[in-house]
Nanobody, 128 residues
Framework: QVELVESGGGLVQAGGSLRLSCVAS????????MAWFRQAPGQERQFVSG????????YYTDSVKGRFTISRDNAKNTVYLQMNSLKPEDTAVYYC?????????????????????WGKGTLVTVSS
């Protein structure tokens, strides 16, 4: 089990950038596939991006490709989400997620049902 704490959310104008961080407790961070999900008001939680346990494989939902970059530092037990060219439709609570699912570990593709641990979320608001 890991505990996940997100930070870096805030209010930004359209076209701006934010970097989210997620720090994990425990000594097994490098075993987990990690991901970022988001949930906008009135909508279901959706996958945004994931990264394999080694960091060599990443995956993005189509709407953020070319704008968001996920990375991880296993020495610091931290996963990041660099968000550029932000749009109002990116407004949501962003959640960090950890998964021991084999596909998640190897590819960074993390299904909601395969998440073992969730962070509490950080709010990102993009104004137009």
């Amino acid at each position: 089990q890991v505990e996940l704490v997100e930070s870096g959310g805030g209010l930004v104008q359209a076209g701006g950038s934010l970097r989210l961080s997620c720090v994990a407790s425990g000594r097994t961070f490098s075993s987990y596939g990690m991901a970022w999900f988001r949930q906008a008001p009135g909508q279901e939680r959706q996958f945004v991006s994931g990264i394999s346990r080694s960091g060599s494989n990443t995956y993005y939902t189509d709407s953020v490709k070319g704008r968001f970059t996920i990375s991880r530092d296993n020495a610091k037990n931290t996963v990041y989400l660099q968000m550029n060219s932000l749009k109002p439709e990116d407004t949501a609570v962003y959640y960090c997620a950890a998964s021991l699912d084999t596909i998640a570990q190897l590819t960074g593709v993390v299904a909601t049902a395969a998440v073992n641990n969730w962070g509490k979320g950080t709010l990102v608001t993009v104004s137009s």
